[in-house]
């Protein structure tokens, strides 16, 4: 089994945006050659039918998870997210991007290679005060 990549999406009122987003974000996974690609959803209780939506796409995206919950700020979605993210879902790294389209998807295939290069730069010698 690869490691998983896991991309937070919180959202709020975001049923006309957050079809797409998903679409565009599992778009790119088969550009991902080190990771398995997750998407979580937080929403917030969107009176819109966010949820409603996400929950139509989960048959056709099997990495596709949702979580709802009270609106409680973009703050406390994104703790909520990487809580799920990190026990439930044991993924490797978690990124965030904004529902509404702000990010651009085509930069995930990126995101594990610059973590993978974060991790070098701060585990090489002399990184650590013990040498």
């Not at 490691?3 to 049923?15: G, H, K, S």
């Not at 209780?45 to 990495?63: F, M, Q, W």
């Not at 991007?97 to 090489?124: F, K, Y």
Request: aromatic share 6%; proline share 8%; glycine share 10%.
């Amino acid at each position: 089994m690869r490691p998983r990549a896991c991309v937070i999406l919180p959202t709020y009122n975001e049923a006309g945006n957050v079809g797409s987003v998903i679409g565009r974000v599992f778009g790119k996974a088969d550009e991902i050659a080190t990771h398995d690609l997750h998407v979580l959803v937080v929403d917030d209780n969107s009176p819109d039918g966010t949820a409603t939506v996400v929950k139509t796409l989960i048959p056709r995206y099997e990495n596709l998870h949702l979580i709802t919950g009270p609106k409680q700020g973009l703050g406390e979605a994104y703790k909520r997210g990487m809580d799920y993210a990190l026990r439930e879902l044991s993924c490797d790294i978690v990124f965030e991007m904004d529902a509404d389209g702000q990010h651009d998807p085509a930069l995930i295939p990126v995101l594990p290679i610059l973590q993978a290069m974060a991790w070098i730069w701060s585990s090489g010698p002399g990184s650590h005060p013990e040498g």
